[in-house]
């Protein structure tokens, strides 16, 4: 009897806790607005350099990249994504060097889109589609042939276009990929002879990235009579 005394409370509390656990997350499931995610990205990117392509004999390496970011619902399924980006090119032209790093910060509007619910019984991919724009400061470090490194720096925006997805590995972990088209240019100056003109250098170009998502709060629409799965 004091046994049963003993487990029965203990019975109860448990029931309690899990109940208001389901009632926070369907409560999150249904809430409008509020924190999704955060997330990181790594991946790779493909600047146009387009000054450099045309007038010189440089070429420039695979661009590694990076970002760490975190969305906010506005109104599921829009969403409002802020981070930070680091990206770095390397050229070389005979005995001469470029590099560029990009430090940025992002802005992105997303709009998702999934087929699950709330009743579907295995874990489904979810879409999104986006526009943002980049706040990026530049560092130019210039090696030439021979006398001392020249070092550049400034800003430029960039607007962007981008589609992922995303898929679940468990109810709050999602893996996918993100393709993004980066448009934009900033200003350099180039020594020719004894004059030294300002250039505009386009470093528009496509980006690929691998992501990894915790999500708190995810989108899932209510599901129609009929189609449950």
Same mark, same amino acid.
């Given at each position: ?10 019975i /109860? /509390?448990t029931l309690?806790s899990?109940a208001?656990?389901?009632f ?5 499931? =249904?809430? $409008?607005?509020?924190?999704?995610s955060v997330?990181i990205g790594i991946g790779g $990117?493909f ?7 045309d007038n ?12 760490f970011?975190a969305? /906010?619902?506005?109104a599921k #399924?829009?969403?409002?994504r802020a ?6 090119? =390397? &050229? ?8 560029? $790093?990009q430090?940025? &910060?992002?802005?992105d ?5 999934t087929?699950?619910s709330r ?10 589609l986006?526009?943002? $724009?980049?706040f990026?400061?530049l560092?130019?470090e210039?090696t030439?042939?021979?006398?001392d490194v020249? =070092?550049?720096n400034?800003?430029t925006?960039?607007a962007?276009?981008?589609a992922?997805f995303?898929? #679940? ?8 990929a993100?393709?993004?088209y980066g448009?934009?240019t900033y200003?350099?100056?180039f020594?020719?002879?004894? =004059?030294e003109t300002l250039?505009?250098?386009?470093i528009s170009g496509?980006?690929a990235?691998v992501?990894?998502k915790?999500? /708190?709060n995810?989108?899932t629409?209510r599901?129609?009579?009929g189609?449950?799965?």
């Open positions: 009897m004091k046994k049963l005394l003993f487990i029965l409370p203990l /109860f /509390f309690v899990e208001q656990q389901r926070s997350s369907y409560r999150q499931q =249904n809430q $409008a607005y509020g924190f999704r997330g $990117a600047p146009s350099f387009d000054y450099y392509a010189t004999s440089y070429e420039f390496d695979f661009t590694p990249m990076a970002s970011s969305e /906010f619902w506005v #399924p829009i969403a409002i981070g930070v980006g680091y990206l770095n090119s =390397n &050229g070389t032209a005979d005995d001469e060097e470029t590099s560029v $790093a430090l940025s &910060g992002t802005i509007a997303l709009i998702y889109f087929s699950t009743f579907s019984r295995k874990p489904k991919p979810s879409f999104y986006g526009v943002g $724009a980049e990026v400061q560092s130019v210039h030439p042939s021979f006398g020249q =070092n550049l400034g800003g925006t960039l962007r276009l981008l992922g995303e898929y #679940p590995v468990t109810p709050q972990v999602k893996l996918g993100e393709l993004q448009i934009g200003e350099q100056g020594a020719t002879g004894t =004059n250039e505009e250098v386009s496509a980006r990235m992501t990894l915790y999500v /708190f995810d989108y629409p599901a129609r009579r189609r449950y799965r």
